[in-house]
């Protein structure tokens, strides 16, 4: 099966010795891409929700999404030819290990879908995060500059203590010792 709007992406595995490799990532089909984006969407917020319970089934679950993204790859042979991923045997001739599977899977994911694109999601949770914090910054500056010097709550280490002293107000003479 041809690729469907192919773009070429390197990995380089970070395990061990450091392989790359280049491979060809293609389009979902119309009618596959809703089926693959939301089983990738469920299993990252099952991964998020942290059950443990379901380890092995989330782990099981997560192999086969990334067995049938491989559909949609291709390895560049050293000849240059690009041959797909068609077999366990072939994906495991070619993808060296975990993280670099992880990374062609994020790189199919991406290439797939705009709406839920890593990239933009993390960008988009960094420039809301950022805009968090400069409303919040405002926000305790116009409230820390309109407390008055008196209603500015003491710090702790601040020297200025508050003991008071008692003088006592008895009239009757201190009793000397006989």
């Known amino acids: 099966m041809a690729l469907i709007k192919p773009k070429e992406v390197t990995i380089t595995s970070g395990v061990g010795e450091p392989v790359e490799k280049t491979f060809q990532i293609g389009r979902y089909p119309a009618t596959q891409a809703i089926e693959m984006i939301t089983r990738g969407a469920a299993l990252l917020r099952d991964a998020i929700k942290g059950n443990p319970a379901s380890a092995e089934q989330y782990a099981k679950s997560f192999q086969k999404l990334g067995n049938d993204m491989c559909k949609f790859i291709e390895v560049q042979m050293p000849s240059g030819e690009f041959t797909p991923l068609s077999s366990e045997h072939i994906i495991n001739a070619h993808i060296t290990d975990g993280d670099m599977f992880l990374m062609l899977m994020r790189e199919v994911h991406d290439h797939n879908s705009n709406f839920m694109n890593t990239g933009r999601l ?55 010792p006989k």
């Open 122 to 176: 993390f960008k988009t949770s960094r420039s809301l995060m950022e805009q968090a914090k400069a409303q919040i910054t405002q926000t305790l500056s116009q409230f820390s500059g309109s407390l008055s010097p008196n209603d500015k709550p003491r710090s702790k280490t601040s020297g200025n203590s508050t003991t008071t002293k008692t003088r006592s107000t008895s009239t009757k003479p201190p009793s000397s």
